[in-house]
Structures are given as structure tokens and as C-alpha cells.
């Protein structure tokens, strides 16, 4: 079992449109997910972290926690073409030193 | 401000050769981490150093090691090198240990 598991997608949506990107991970001892955005050709950008059950906004992003699951997504909302990237879930235990990233969910925002 | 930043961006090497990457941190920065990222794969952890002294290493072999040095830069150092460490190399930076990372460009390092 993989340490983070992702869908590879590709995840195809119209523009305007909730994207919905899922992450599982195998560590209950987690405490802290990050979702990061990687265009091609490009190195990973933060852009939403949650430490709590539950759910947290950042503009057109909300990132969703249940521990007791172990289950992450990040929900984008209005969805635009610039959306189009790959969406890694990363996880790090608690007092634990590396972060650890699933294989990502290629996303693609069709105009 | 300066973000994380590493060298060179590109690199070509024969097997067996070894290379030396380096990374510059975010100011203020204690923490640098190390990833490899094949295409189509998410980023693989290789190393975290958090002040100055080697934290985690990931599933590599002794041919990968790395070192941080008083100014919180660092080098990822690969000996004997093989076709299959051809890659993305990243370097990652955060204020501690346990803190969210910042990326720097990257090295695209190709072994022929």
C-alpha cells in the first residue's frame, strides 16, 4: 500500500465547473496536508495546507480533513483553464521530518 | 525577496561521472530538504537537513549524500551515476523542521 494514493486522472472538467481531487493515506499518526499545484515543467507550489478535521477555504479552494478516514481532497471552485496542472497531496507526521507526496492528479479545465 | 534558489537549472552526465547540486534557501530559512521527481511520479524524498545536521534520509543508496552548511545552503551530492537518476531534482525550504515547503526551480539532471 502506497503512503499517499491519489487518482493519476486525468480529471477533465468544463470551465466554471467544482473540480474535486481525493487523497487516501496509510499514516494515522498524520498531522499536517498540504495540497500543491505543478504546472509542466514546473517545480510544486503551495497552495492549501489544513492541520484539523473539516474543512477550510481559501478562495476558489477548499481542502476537507477526516482523519478518522484518512481521507483529504481539495474542491476548486469555478474552475478556469489556468486550473489546468497537476494537483499533488502531501502528508507529514507528527514529529515527523519528510513530507511525503502522492503521484498526483493531472487536472484539465476545458474553455 | 529571494526565493529558494538552485543551480545549475540543467545538466548532462555520463554514467558513472557524479555531480553536485546546489540549493539556496528562502532568508530565514533553517530547513532544506531534498526531492527526486520522476516524470509522471510524484517528488520522492532523498534528505532533510535542519540546522546544519542531516534529519531523514529517504530509501536511496550511498551513492546520494548531501550536506548543509552554515549559511543554511546545501548540496545533494551523487556518485557513480546511472541512467535510471536521470531526473527532477528539487530543493525545498522551510522556516523549521516541521513547517510547509517552498520549492526552488529545480534541476533537471539527464544520465546517458
Known amino acids: 500500500q502506497k503512503e499517499v494514493e491519489q487518482n493519476s486522472g486525468p480529471l477533465s472538467v468544463p470551465e466554471g465547473a467544482i473540480a474535486s481531487l481525493n487523497c487516501t493515506y496509510s499514516d494515522r499518526g498524520s498531522q499536517s496536508f498540504f495540497w500543491y499545484r505543478q504546472y509542466s515543467g514546473k517545480s510544486p507550489e503551495l497552495i492549501m495546507f489544513?492541520?484539523?478535521?473539516g474543512d477550510k477555504e481559501d478562495g476558489r479552494f477548499t481542502a476537507q480533513l477526516n482523519k478518522a478516514s484518512q481521507y483529504v481532497s481539495l474542491l476548486i471552485r469555478d474552475s478556469q483553464p489556468s486550473d489546468s496542472a497537476t494537483y499533488l497531496c502531501?502528508?507529514?507526521?507528527?514529529?515527523?521530518?519528510?513530507?511525503?507526496f502522492g503521484a498526483g492528479t493531472r487536472l484539465f479545465v476545458k474553455a | 525577496d529571494a526565493g529558494v534558489t538552485q543551480s545549475p537549472t540543467h545538466l548532462i552526465k555520463t554514467r558513472g561521472q557524479h555531480v553536485t547540486l546546489r540549493c539556496s534557501p528562502i532568508?530565514?530559512?533553517?530547513?532544506v530538504s531534498w526531492y527526486q521527481q520522476v516524470l509522471g511520479q510524484g517528488p520522492q524524498f532523498i534528505f532533510q537537513?535542519?540546522?546544519?545536521?542531516?534529519?531523514g534520509r529517504g530509501n536511496f543508496p550511498d551513492r546520494f549524500s548531501a550536506r548543509q552548511f552554515p549559511n543554511y545552503s546545501s548540496e545533494l551530492n551523487v556518485n557513480a551515476l546511472l541512467l535510471g537518476d536521470s531526473a527532477l531534482y528539487l530543493c525545498?525550504?522551510?522556516?523549521?523542521?516541521?513547517?510547509?515547503?517552498?520549492f526552488g526551480s529545480g534541476t533537471q539532471l539527464s544520465v546517458l
Open positions: 525545498a525550504s522551510s522556516l523549521a523542521q516541521n513547517e510547509k515547503l517552498f
Open positions: 532568508s530565514g530559512h533553517k530547513s
Open positions: 489544513i492541520y484539523s478535521n
Open positions: 537537513y535542519y540546522e546544519k545536521e542531516e534529519r
Open positions: 502531501a502528508v507529514k507526521g507528527n514529529g515527523g521530518f519528510k513530507t511525503i
